[in-house]
Each structure stands twice: as C-alpha cells, then as structure tokens.
T-cell receptor, first 117, second 110 residues
Framework: AQTVTQSQPEMSVQEAETVTLSCTYDTSESDYYLFWYKQPPSRQMILVIRQEAYKQQNATENRFSVNFQKAAKSFSLKISDSQLGDAAMYFCAYRSLPYNQGGKLIFGQGTELSVKP | KAGVTQTPRYLIKTRGQQVTLSCSPISGHRSVSWYQQTPGQGLQFLFEYFSETQRNKGNFPGRFSGRQFSNSRSEMNVSTLELGDSALYLC?????????FGPGTRLTVT
C-alpha cells in the first residue's frame, strides 16, 4: 500500500520570502502522479501543482515549483515570493497511474503554512 | 462551468441516526470520489463512483455507502451514526488526472 508523509505540521514564512514544504512517499509502483493541494480556511481544496513520475523535469506553476526526487521518493514544494494569500494547509497527494485508480488520492497529514507580513 | 456542489453544507445529527449527503459533479465529469477529513485521521478516501458503478473503496465500515445516478450526481449515506463520524466530507469530480473538489459538508454527530 502507498503512504504519504509530511513531516512538518507547521511552517512559517515572511511575506516575499521563499519556503519549501517537504513530502516523502512510499510505493512499489513505477508510474504514478503526485500533487500538492492547498486548503485555505474556506476548506475548498485547490490543486496547486502536479507531477507525473515518468517526467524527469520538475513541474512549475508560476511561483510554485517542485523538487521531485524519484529514487529518494521525495516531492517537495517551493513557494517563491510568498504572499499573504498563500497561507493555508498544504497537502501532498499520491495517485496511481491506471485510469481506474484515478479517483483515489492518498494524502499526507498536511502542513499548515502561515505567512507573516 | 459550475464547480462541484455539495449539499447540505452543514448538518447536525444524533448518534444512531442516518444521514445522506449529496454531491453534484462538474458537468461532463463521470467520476465522483468521496473523502472524509478529520483532525485525527486526516483526509481518507471513502469510495469512487464512475458511470453509476463503485470502482474503488477505502477502508471504511459497511455503514458508509454510496451511489451514483445516471446524471453523475452522487450520494453517500452513513447509517447508525457514531460520534467519530463527525467530519468534513469532501467530494471531488474528475476529468483526466485532476480532481476538482467541492466545498464539503460539515457533519456533526452529537
């Protein structure tokens, strides 16, 4: 069974600075997807970024980028130029590749990010 | 396009009762997944429905059940409610690799 671990329950960053959230996972599968989701106080889950395991290039979405280390089973999220609106709970999630497994996400425990003005 | 909608948004039930939650996916999405979110257990997958068939099921007791209608709307039912069922229940509809989440239903069991 796959597992996802986020070892940082809370993180804090100064506005305009850079912060990195950590995520490790365990799987015996060779192909899969990894995601970072953001859950603000409204509780609405929002997809931040995704990474396909077969792609060596790290995904980037504006101020958000990942450091995907497949051999180490590590998937960290870097937020550059942090903004007050980035304050939220961040979840790392794993999804198996087959389409019929696509509806099942395995989540980490989350990292609560606060942004100081 | 309208997003995923969930009704009701808040619900208070008494232990032993049953409850039904509803989820309307994004138009055209045939997959609906349900998740339970609690402070202690985090986000846990309940089940997925695709074209009216349950395709995946998480590790939850049989008191948790669901169904999907021909218009892709989905319901989940929890029978014989326990205090530990108090949670935020999220549903998500899927197209391709991405799941789009609804705002959730906050269930409180007293």
């Amino acid at each position: 069974a796959q597992t996802v671990t986020q070892s940082q329950p809370e993180m804090s960053v100064q506005e305009a600075e850079t912060v990195t959230l950590s995520c490790t996972y365990d799987t015996s599968e060779s192909d899969y997807y990894l995601f970072w989701y953001k859950q603000p106080p409204s509780r609405q889950m929002i997809l931040v970024i995704r990474q396909e395991a077969y792609k060596q290039q790290n995904a980037t979405e504006n101020r958000f980028s990942v450091n995907f280390q497949k051999a180490a089973k590590s998937f960290s999220l870097k937020i550059s130029d942090s903004q007050l609106g980035d304050a939220a709970m961040y979840f790392c999630a794993y999804r198996s590749l087959p389409y019929n497994q696509g509806g099942k996400l395995i989540f980490g425990q989350g990292t609560e990010l606060s942004v100081k003005p | 396009k309208a997003g995923v909608t969930q009704t009701p948004r808040y619900l208070i039930k008494t232990r032993g009762q049953q409850v039904t939650l509803s989820c309307s996916p994004i138009s055209g999405h045939r997959s609906v997944s349900w998740y339970q979110q609690t402070p202690g257990q985090g986000l846990q997958f309940l089940f997925e429905y695709f074209s009216e068939t349950q395709r995946n099921k998480g590790n939850f007791p049989g008191r948790f059940s669901g169904r999907q209608f021909s218009n892709s709307r989905s319901e989940m039912n929890v029978s014989t409610l326990e205090l530990g069922d108090s949670a935020l229940y999220l549903c998500a509809s899927r197209a391709g690799y991405e799941q789009y989440f609804g705002p959730g239903t906050r269930l409180t069991v007293t």
